[in-house]
């Protein structure tokens, strides 16, 4: 397993371009199972996840044709056969083939996710919903299984939360449904707005996206489409607390200021100055940091995926901030790894009290999930001397080619083969 070497002190001096989002390509990747119409895809990625859930599509007969980050899809031939464990194990974001599959197909049997490194992370918001749209839907055997012979028929689904997944699930299963589907508490994420612009190219016609309630016109007729993209602004902001951390200047090309509103106001309260530049964000910090707490809150509050992140920045800033929580139950995995870089850190359910401006120290530390890895990557450019970053096979699921990205902007690091 690879492994990252950095050396700390280095401030970070120029400019990275942001990547398309990995989660909007992951629902934009599983929609193009609902359509026999081609779909072109520009500006995916090069993460693993991306390659995972192409190969998840090609299992079920889509056809794909690669041109750098451009997939062009054909799903004409597709099939609907279980999706396996192996495979939805590997990455969680699989489930998101069950709407489309039992869509097109009116049957899907998907194996249950199980839980990740962050926390169970259920799929009965998903179920719940193709259940009101007419599916019989169940778990047996540890997979999901639903069928819907006669179709789907619209209906007005309230979601308990304003889940990402399952907004998403909803909103693509209703574009083949019978009638008019309103999903209420729906989620404001940019990634769903993005998805329901790469439907609409298709051919399907939704109202609301961005907002709690959207509307979903059923029995759409399909049409060779194709969608850009949207850039990354997890990815975004990553690259902005690595600026902030290392007390450098860097402009973060084709990220969209307006998706980024909290973690920028964020930011900007802990001493770092953002502004609008020809290419994108630039992102600079000169002056001391100022301790900030968050609280992390679905779209368009500060974002749960940049939380880990977050808290290696306060770690480097005299003084106490709470980190508070919200999405996820588990998502402190990075804490015990942060301490071992001399972080002062203390658990209290879903929140961390952060006690920062110890100078941090290198060390060996290990990657547990997608955030959490990133975050030690953050810190480990701060601390004195060398870290080791173990398995960073998690942190290409979702970072592409994160330290050749960081090594442009004068960062020392390298990747030692495992
Ligand atoms: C999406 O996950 C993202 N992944 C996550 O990014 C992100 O952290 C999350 O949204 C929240 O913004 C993709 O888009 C591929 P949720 P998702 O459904 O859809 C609970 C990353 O690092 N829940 O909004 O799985 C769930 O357990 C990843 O890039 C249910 O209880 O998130 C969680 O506590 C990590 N039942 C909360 O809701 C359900 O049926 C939010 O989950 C669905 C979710």
């Known amino acids: 397993m690879d492994k990252l070497r950095i050396v700390g002190g280095q401030r970070l001096q120029g400019a990275v371009a942001i990547s398309g989002a990995k989660n909007a390509a992951l629902p934009q990747i599983a929609a193009s199972l609902l359509s026999p119409e081609p779909l072109h895809l520009t500006n995916l990625p090069a993460v693993s996840d991306v390659e995972n859930m192409l190969g998840v599509i090609t299992q079920h007969g889509a056809e794909i044709s690669r041109q750098g980050r451009s997939v062009h899809v054909d799903a004409s031939k597709a099939s609907s056969r279980e999706t396996s464990y192996d495979t939805v194990r590997k990455m969680r974001a699989t489930v998101l083939v069950l709407g489309p599959l039992l869509a097109r197909f009116g049957k899907a049997e998907v194996s249950l996710p199980g839980g990740c490194a962050i926390g169970a992370r259920p799929v009965d918001m998903h179920i719940k919903a193709l259940g009101q749209l007419g599916a019989d839907i169940g778990i047996r055997g540890g997979s999901i299984v639903a069928a819907a012979p006669k ?28 009638g008019e589907t309103e999903i209420v508490n729906a989620a404001r994420e940019p990634e769903v707005m993005d998805l329901a612009a790469c439907l609409g190219a298709m051919g399907a016609n939704i109202e609301g996206a961005g907002t709690h309630r959207i509307l979903v016109q059923g029995g759409t007729s399909w049409r060779a489409a194709s969608h850009h993209t949207i850039p990354d602004r997890i ?5 902005a607390i690595a600026a902030a951390i290392t007390g450098g200047q860097l402009e973060l090309t084709n990220a969209r200021l307006e998706h980024m509103a909290s973690v920028v106001q ?7 100055s953002v502004w609008p530049g020809d290419r994108g964000l630039i992102v600079s910090r000169d002056g001391p940091l100022t301790p900030v707490d968050v609280t992390t809150e679905p779209y368009p509050g500060f974002p749960t995926d940049l939380q880990a992140q977050f808290m290696a920045l306060m770690c480097c800033a005299p003084g106490a901030s709470l980190l508070r929580e919200t999405v996820f139950e588990n998502r402190f995995m990075h804490v015990p790894e942060l301490v071992r870089l001399g972080a002062n850190i203390t658990l209290q359910g879903t929140t961390a009290l952060v006690r920062g401006g110890t100078p941090l120290r290198g060390a060996q530390v290990m990657a547990t999930d997608l955030r959490a890895s990133v975050s030690l990557v953050l810190a480990a450019l701060v601390a004195e001397g060398e870290s080791i970053v173990n398995r960073v096979y998690h942190l290409d699921r979702g970072y592409e080619s994160l330290d050749r990205k960081l090594q442009m902007c004068g960062a020392t690091i390298e990747r030692l083969p495992g």
């Open 151 to 178: 179709g789907l028929t619209g209906a007005r689904i309230v979601l308990g939360s304003p889940s990402v997944g399952a907004t998403e699930t909803a909103m693509m299963a209703a574009t083949a449904a019978q």
């Open 266 to 272: 964020v930011l900007e309260a802990a001493g770092v």
């Open 235 to 239: 990815e975004a902001g990553t690259y």
